[in-house]
């Protein structure tokens, strides 16, 4: 079946500037991830959405950084005013189990401002 | 606070000798271990995982991890390595009440031909 997907699979962005990336989790899966891989901080764990509980923020790295989920589904990664810090790759994850569950990750979002 | 420290940002190895990257963690907790691969421009894919059931787990590609409490450490292994297995490999923990993983800063695997 179809894997996580996300969009765009890159993205250069002047600094200043809102982005918006896109996940599609894999179909059923209830808990989707963020997370953010830079040279400079390795993999961090961003958000964190499971079924109508509300979302685990607490790795989002500023209030410049938001994130929704729409109908269990899709979700969306917003980063407003983007700075050259936040040149990274974004991925994206989902799972259908609980924390020993297997996340299956998206091919990620490569972000660069400029 | 959980932790990861994988020893060797690279380790090279000959094309049929054994891999072994080592990974560390810390918890106040027995947590839960993955070890996941990423090839080039793609996402992480899971090698294995630790759940408290058998402390040496067997993976794909031949991969494998014993869990080892004494000595905080969750090491991969494969006796022989080949060449499609050049990739980066990170070692993650998640707490059994959290879902979030954290991971430790990887290791690139080089296999010489």
């Known amino acids: 079946g179809a894997g996580v997907s996300q969009s765009p699979s890159n993205k250069v962005t002047e600094k200043g500037k809102d982005v918006e990336l896109r996940c599609d989790p894999i179909?059923?899966?209830?808990?989707l991830y963020w997370y953010r891989q830079s040279l400079g901080q390795g993999l961090e764990f961003l958000i964190y959405?499971?079924?109508?509980?509300?979302?685990?923020k607490s790795g989002l790295p500023s209030d410049r950084f938001s994130a929704e989920r729409t109908g269990g589904s899709v979700s969306t990664l917003t980063i407003q005013r983007t700075q050259q810090e936040d040149s990274a790759v974004y991925l994206c994850?989902?799972?259908?189990?609980?924390?020993?569950?297997?996340?299956?990750f998206g091919p990620g979002t490569r972000l660069t401002v400029t | 606070a959980q932790s990861v420290t994988q020893l060797g940002s690279h380790v090279s190895v000959s094309e049929g000798a054994l891999v072994l990257l080592r990974c560390n963690y810390s918890?106040?907790?027995?947590?839960?271990l993955f070890w996941y691969v990423q090839y080039p421009n793609q996402g992480l894919q899971l090698l294995l995982k630790?759940?408290?059931?058998?402390?040496l787990v067997k993976g794909i590609n031949g991969f494998e991890a014993e869990f080892k409490k004494s000595e905080t450490s969750f090491h991969l292994t494969k006796p022989s390595a080949h060449m499609s297995d050049a990739a980066e490999y990170f070692c993650?923990?998640?707490?059994?009440?959290?879902?979030?993983?954290?991971f430790g800063s990887g290791t690139r695997l080089l296999v010489r031909p």
């Open positions: 630790y759940t408290s059931a058998a402390t």
């Open positions: 994850a989902s799972s259908s189990l609980g924390p020993s569950g297997e996340q299956y």
């Open positions: 993650a923990v998640s707490a059994r009440s959290s879902y979030k993983l954290i």
């Open positions: 918890s106040s907790v027995p947590p839960y």
């Open positions: 959405f499971q079924g109508n509980s509300a979302p685990d």
């Open positions: 179909s059923g899966h209830t808990a």
